[in-house]
């Protein structure tokens, strides 16, 4: 079956990175007709979706928000798709979930909290 599991999230100061994992499974990761999404969601706030990388040219999406401090980038050969995370603010605290979609259904990880604070 599809699995997808996150890990890298953390406590982070203000200005500070971090690198997340999405491990995925059970599915042609590589096959060009697969893409790949990190979504948060802060408390109290609907859920967002922050980046996309598409498999057949590896092209990427960004909200506004994170676009220019966040990278999406996957490697295949390890089934992985990660989200490098750069000048952190307070307002990046959220959790933080890997997303496909596989026979039109939709595939989600347990999720990551990434706290941003001093």
């Known amino acids: 079956q599809v699995q997808l599991v996150e890990s890298g999230g953390g406590l982070v100061q203000p200005g500070g990175s971090l690198r997340l994992s999405c491990a995925a499974s059970g599915f042609a990761f590589s096959n060009s007709m697969y893409f790949m999404r990190w979504y948060r969601q802060a408390p109290g706030k609907e859920r967002e979706l922050v980046a996309t990388?598409?498999?057949?040219?590896?092209?990427?999406n960004y909200a506004a928000a994170v676009k220019d401090r966040f990278t999406i980038s996957r490697d295949n050969a390890n089934n992985t798709v990660y989200l490098y995370m750069n000048s952190l603010k307070p307002e990046d605290t959220a959790v933080y979930s890997c997303n496909t979609v596989v026979v039109g259904i939709d595939y989600w990880g347990q999720g990551t909290q990434v706290t941003v604070s001093s």
């Open positions: 990388i598409t498999t057949i040219d590896g092209s990427t």
